[in-house]
């Protein structure tokens, strides 16, 4: 992995972090105002790495489960969007979802389609 890669995936951990850290704020009925720019700042921050991360040339599913994840993060957007402008928990809340399972299925699937990459290309 390059020095560039590494450091994308230092960023979006923290990120991905801030997301998780203000999302609960809100869910708790906890309120300051500063949980929706610290999610904001999330997913902006899991998006730009997400567009930025390299990946070796893969087959069409790994480079699919790719563009998943940045929806993922598009998600996690449109959800700060609905954070600042709509006035109930369930919009934002319904991308932040969303998002979530996105990343979830990736998380599982990826690791699993570059392996069979891998033993295809072996043989």
């Known amino acids: ?10 960023l979006l951990s923290v990120s991905l972090l801030l ?3 203000a999302a609960v ?3 708790m009925q ?3 105002v500063g949980s929706r720019y610290l999610f904001a700042v999330g997913a902006a921050g899991a998006l730009v790495c997400r567009i930025l991360e390299k990946h070796p040339k893969s087959g ?5 489960l790719h563009r998943m994840e940045v929806v993922s993060a598009l998600c996690y957007c449109l959800s700060a969007f609905f954070m600042f402008y ?3 928990v ?3 809340l319904a991308f932040l979802t969303a998002g979530a ?3 979830l299925y990736t998380s599982f699937m990826l690791p699993r389609a570059e392996r069979q990459e891998r033993e295809a290309n072996k043989k």
């Not at 992995?1 to 230092?10: A, F, P, S, T």
């Not at 069409?60 to 699919?64: D, E, N, P, T």
């Open 90 to 92: 369930s919009d934002w």
């Open 19 to 21: 997301i998780l850290v």
């Open 86 to 88: 709509a006035d109930t």
């Open 1 to 10: 992995m390059d020095k560039r890669n590494q450091i994308l995936g230092i």
């Open 30 to 32: 906890v309120r300051w």
């Open 25 to 27: 704020f809100p869910i």
């Open 60 to 64: 069409l599913r790994v480079r699919r």
């Open 101 to 103: 399972v996105l990343q």
